[in-house]
């Protein structure tokens, strides 16, 4: 039927397939468009009839491709249940396409969420490795584990027919090519659209060439609402909003083109390009790695991407993009590969795996040695130096620069030593005319570290003949390798090259001239090097340390203690610096400038102790965070600042060991304690104890704890005392010295806390001697005969040798039996003088057993035997003799005490002469 007989006019069907679509035209109306020669639509009306013609020539087309392929058209034949199920999933997947086109061209998804989104998964497998897996497999094919073919017998493969291995074939490459088409362009793709839909888009292109963007646009539009995956209106749409200025715009819709489209690696390079100057890098990257994923042999997209992602800061995506291109190498492209090397060496340096690095310089150089340049050869020997691996790299210098060396001896004579003892036997090293200056200070650098020096001597001259300026870098590495093997005298004409340079003449340079010629014994010259280190860079605190211990060296005490001054009040102080000027000051016998320094160099991590308060906040925790917290307490209900507003800073450099610092706090007490400056001791230790660096060291702490308790109790402080004593007793339940420690603090306390302590600690150790005297002689004190004498008895019973025990048994009988109430008095005193005598059989006949027993009767009015008893004591001496050239009284001797007793007891009985007797014999002062 011709488009005159239509009842619709042309411009009329235009008009509603611009505002409607094709359906709102052809919905009960009968039109049909059929595409033209010249790329545009031909509209006509059928209601009813059908050409037959054309018609019978597509049945006949159908029937040819029929007869060529029979069995072709079997294995494609589907099930009409699976068709209509296909077609309904096709509708879905086009709906949501077309959902997620809107809202990636409304701003709603950037294009790498869109490409996820439509994929729904990242189809890039290299960014699916884990980045911790950084194993190195050498660059070749990848092959996938578990994807083994498995190979099949000859008989098992005659068995099988021609059709079977035929439909075997075609699933196995298709399956090859579903898997290709997901990887390469995210999905499975028309080739090309509905005739319908592209004769309406070759009319878009007339338009658009006519100068008609907008019914252009609109078509396009149109296109794409019925066939989201065509990629021609997007491409259309690129150009239309590229030439109109909209570079945004035509970005967005090249990108959604170029994803639709086979892919192109040129394509995606040109829309890259246009993202990196909307300054969208990492889209640009994206771009990129589509662009690798369509042409993978093009280095060009690996290296542009490589370098977006180190600009944006991800290293390890850059590694992962070099591996991939060694890959994605082949053979011819050695440059290529040598180049893709030293980037992936420079990344892992920076990540300081030097031992993978050295891995893919190894593998370059073994596959591709033809391309290898000294630049590259550079470059591995400063990896390998770095690595400590000088015979491998004095191996490479010899197979790919021709270092040689020449001996005496034969070569049978050296081919059966060590690498080392060989190097030792070479006289002569042979190197090219040709070689690299950056080769040649690295191929001494290696001999050095061989300790093969001898062979460097023509090399070092030639460099100590070149220009410092152009050289200097080479002649501090040699230096430093010389340094580090403790070459002095042949690093110290480098280091004194170089400091003539302007250039070089650095602290740093200076401060290993002075080295060199500190340890060659050239201390003038080495104290004005280090003069020039402070003068150039006064922070350098070892130029300073080391200044001052040449000073002394030379006997110069005063002005190496002035090096070592800082200026507290407008100097960042250094701790190991202020540390090495109190021992100096302590050498030198300044004991009051010691401790003030000492002071000062504690006061960075010690607690500072305003009043007693904060001692018992101080020393009644535990923790460290109780300590603080107990501090804070403290000064907030006083308050006071938490932290000291005014005082010294110190710097971080310059670390001292824990075990220097407290050797120095311990001697500073020491001092103190020998001076007898208690309260400042008590002061310092118990500052130490909120000290969070010592607190790190269990055994440090502890021994604080103890200095703690000495001060206190040298200070008369019994409170703090008895507080540490105890948990001293607690710890060490069965130690003798801590019990006579223990004695020691409770005989100056003011109370009587102890008593109950003990109590509850004799029920935890019911055995204890120690405790069940001590709780006797409390319950003495206390006038409660009877548990006394109960305690008293079962450390009898417990130790029957101890002659304290005895002793104290029959002074409790005698307590008893001079109670006024007391009972049978006469047998009190029977079993007290048995235990005295008992007393006196274990300790033995001494001035000190004949004085307490003597008291006793003077205590029961036995005054008779009171004197006989003191008299025998007087005739005997002290018990331990004083030593020899010891002035002064004997504390040991008892003289006094007897007399003034004998004194007493005469002068109750009136006989006055003989109380003055022995008050002037043994009394007198």
Known sequence: ????????????????????????????????????????????????????????????????????????????????????????????????????????????????????????????????????????????????????????????????????????????????????????????????????????????????????????ERMCMEVIRQDPTAPEPFQTLATLYEEQGEIERSLQFGLLAAHLAPQDGEEWARLADMSLEQGEMVQAADCYRKAVDADPGVARYHFTRAGLLERMGDKKGALRCYKRLLADLNMDQGEEFMQATKAIATLLHDKEDLEEAKKYFEEAFSRHGDCVTSEDVNLFLELLITLNQSQQALTICCEWCSVQFSADQSHKDLSNLEPEDQLAAFTELLVPEDLAADIRAKLVVILVGLRASHLTTELCEMFLEAETDQFGDLMLDMGEAMLKEKLW??????????????????????????????????????????????????????????????????????????????????????????????????????????????????????????????????????????????????????????????????????????????????????????????????????????????????????????????????????????????????????????????????????????????????????????????????????????????????????????????LMLGLTFCHMACQKFSAKKHSLVVQACSFLNTYKSLRGDCQEVNYNIGRAMHQLSLLPAALFYYKKGLEMGPSIKQEEGKDGHNMFDLSREIAFNMSLIYSSSGNMDLARMYTEKYITV
Not at 16 to 42: D, F, H, K
């Open 1 to 216: 039927m011709s488009r005159a007989s239509s009842p619709l006019s042309l411009a009329t069907i235009e008009q509603e397939i611009l505002a409607g679509g094709l359906e709102n035209v052809g919905s009960g109306r009968g039109v049909m468009a059929r595409p033209a020669g010249n790329n545009s639509l031909t509209f006509f009306m059928n209601d009813e009839d059908v050409d037959e013609e054309e018609e019978e020539a597509e049945m006949e087309g159908v029937a040819e491709d029929v007869t060529i392929d029979n069995l072709s058209m079997e294995l494609s034949s589907l099930d009409t249940s699976q068709t209509s199920q296909a077609s309904v999933e096709e509708e879905t997947s086009k709906q949501r396409e077309r959902v997620l086109t809107d809202k990636y061209l409304a701003g709603q998804l950037s294009f790498k969420d869109f490409v996820s989104e439509i994929n729904g998964e990242e189809d890039d497998e290299e960014e699916l490795v884990s980045d911790d897996d950084e194993e190195w497999r050498p660059p070749g094919k990848r092959v996938k584990p578990g994807k083994t073919s498995r190979a099949t017998s000859p008989e098992s493969a005659k068995n099988k027919s021609n059709r079977e291995s035929f439909e075997e074939e075609l699933e196995q490459s298709q399956k090859s090519q579903l898997k290709r088409k997901k990887k390469v362009g995210g999905g499975t793709r028309r080739k090309r659209l509905d005739p319908a839909l592209q004769g309406l888009m070759g009319e878009a292109n007339l338009r658009f060439a006519r100068g008609d963007a907008e019914t252009a």
């Open 489 to 806: 005298t042949k690093a110290l004409p480098f280091y004194e090259k170089l400091v003539e340079s302007e250039r070089y003449g650095e602290a740093a340079v200076w401060l290993q001239l002075a080295e060199c010629q500190a340890n060659t014994n050239l201390l003038e010259m080495a104290e004005k090097s280090y003069r020039k280190v402070v003068e150039l860079a006064p922070h350098v605190y070892q130029a300073r340390l080391q200044l001052s211990l040449i000073m002394h060296k030379l006997g110069r005490a005063e002005d190496a203690l002035d090096t070592l001054r800082q200026d507290e009040q407008q100097e960042l102080l250094n701790p190991h610096l202020m540390f090495e000027r109190c021992q100096m000051l302590l050498a030198e016998n300044k004991i009051e400038e010691f401790l003030s320094k000492g002071k000062l160099l504690f006061s960075r991590h010690f607690v500072t102790i305003r009043n007693k308060d904060e001692l018992h906040a101080i020393s009644s925790a535990k923790k460290m965070s109780s300590k603080n917290k107990a501090l804070n307490e403290v000064r907030n209900f006083r308050c006071e600042p938490l932290t000291e507003e005014f005082g010294p800073e110190f710097g971080t450099t310059g670390k001292i060991t824990v075990e220097q610092e407290f050797g120095m706090f311990r001697r500073m007490c020491e001092i103190l304690f020998e001076q007898e400056r208690y309260v400042e001791l008590q002061r310092v230790t118990f500052s130490a104890l909120g000290s969070p660096v010592f607190t790190r060291k269990a055994e440090i702490i502890k021994e604080c704890e103890f200095l703690c308790l000495l001060s206190s109790f040298f200070n008369g402080d019994s409170y703090h005392a008895y507080n540490l004593v105890r948990e001293l007793v607690i710890k060490n339940v069965n130690n003798n010295s801590v019990w006579n420690l223990f004695n020691l603090v409770i005989m100056r306390a003011d109370d009587v806390r102890h008593n109950r302590f003990l109590m509850r600690l004799m029920s935890r150790n019911p055995d204890n001697l120690a405790l069940g005297i001590l709780n006797g002689h409390n319950c003495l004190v206390a006038g409660t005969y009877k548990y006394s004498l109960g305690e008293y008895m079962s450390a009898f019973k417990a130790d029957s040798s101890n002659p304290l025990v005895a």
